[in-house]
């Protein structure tokens, strides 16, 4: 019991940073979410848009996964501070 107790309370710190940066990541998505819809909206008015807004539409979505990929590397961090490899 003691060990399952000593091991909960060295996870709740960890656990609160992850839920933290979950919750973060959550947010910017809904965030992002109503500009999307927006412009496959107009995409789909006008397909010619695609081909004049490809650029910026790829450059938009590289900048989201650069984003996603920053919180990402936080909770990979977090992680291994909480989980550290004995090899």
Do not use: K
Not at 14 to 38: H, K
Not at 51 to 78: H, K, N, P, W, Y
């Amino acid at each position: 019991m003691r060990v399952a107790q000593n091991l909960a309370g060295r996870l709740e710190e960890p656990a609160d940073t992850l839920e933290q940066l979950a919750a973060d990541f959550v947010g910017e998505l809904g965030r992002m979410s109503p500009g999307i819809s927006y412009y496959v909206g107009l995409i789909e008015q006008d397909p010619s848009l695609l081909e004049e807004g490809a650029r910026e539409f790829a450059d938009a979505i590289r900048e989201m996964a650069r984003a996603a990929g920053g919180s990402l590397s936080q909770v990979d961090t977090g992680r291994r501070s909480s989980y550290p490899r004995s090899d």
